[in-house]
């Protein structure tokens, strides 16, 4: 199976690729990334060189590059992860937002038609459904919940989410939807909690919790979601949402004062800054579906997952001390003020 694999140079996409080419080295895997702030080449470097691995720097939005890119390759499979990812920023300029996240997934799907693709999946999140109220844990999401979106990232995944619908429903793309809740793992770009708690408790900098930080998610190991779409692009119903969720709540206090605990780093560092505009309460997936239908489970306990995490952050210092720095350091300052990574 030839896979096309877009947003594979950031985190949830290499990870992928290294899951994919370890459990079926028949296939093979070429992954298309523009390399945008948050994608990463050197991520990539251990299976540069492996023959059933190629890499293309292109832009979703090149509606003519990707379909020259489809005819030269025909691909069998596409997974799209190529997006941008991050609510800050979306908040900051959506417009971006809206042209990869939904303009980019119109034109795979176009390539992915008129190129007579097997499976086209869309890496969607459980974002889209917006958020749960703090005092009702008996509620979740489940796929047929209605998407009541927050932020312009979410709206624009959600409005991705829709078109891939309807690509199934008027041309008969075969399609499939997986909304999985927040990962965490090696290569995250730290702008994101974990990474960014990790790597400001490694230099002994503050670390900014948004209001009280007693915004729920549910965390997953990045792998359990490798695995989660492969059985998906292997198993999975054509047309259908799978929902991926690790029923693991935690607040986000709680998740930093742990890393806190991990490093032996006193809680004197943890400063709240002002509230996210619009933030969501708590996420909650319901991840039956795919258990029931396709066998799938979590491999990774929190407990380990968050250990394993840290460790990778110590073992990897060269690979994020190169990130933080030049332009991401600028805007780590306008988001946060004083106090940045340095
Ligand atoms: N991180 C999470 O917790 C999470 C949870 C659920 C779903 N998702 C979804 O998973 C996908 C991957 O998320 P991630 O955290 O790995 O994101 P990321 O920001 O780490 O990586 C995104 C990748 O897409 C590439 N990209 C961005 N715009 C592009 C464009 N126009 N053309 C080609 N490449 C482009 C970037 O260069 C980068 O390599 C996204 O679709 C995201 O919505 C993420």
Known sequence: MKILVTGGAGFIGSNFIFYELEKHPEDSILCVDCLTYAGNLSTLEPVMEQENFSFVKMDIRDREGIFDLFEKTRPDVVVNFAAES??????????????????????????????????????????????????????????????????????????????????????????????CSNNYGPYQFPEKLIPLMIANALADKPLPVYGEGLNIRDWLYVQDHCKAIDLILRKGRVGEVYNIGGHNEMRNIDIVKLICDELGKPYDLIRHVEDRKGHDQRYAIDPGKIHKELGWLPDTKFADGIRLTIQWYLDHKDWWENIISGDYQKYYEKMYGEGGIH
């Open 86 to 179: 991050h609510v800050d920023r979306s908040i900051e300029n959506p417009q971006v937002f809206l042209e990869t996240n939904i303009i980019g997934t119109s034109i795979l799907m176009d390539a992915a038609k008129a190129y007579g693709v097997k499976r086209y999946h869309q890496v969607s999140t459980d974002e889209v459904y917006g958020d749960l109220p703090m005092d009702r844990p008996d509620l979740f999401f489940y796929e047929d919940t209605p998407l009541h979106t927050s932020s312009p990232y979410s709206s624009s995944k959600a409005s991705a989410d829709l078109l891939v619908m309807a690509y199934h429903r008027t041309y008969g793309l075969p399609v499939t939807i997986s909304r």
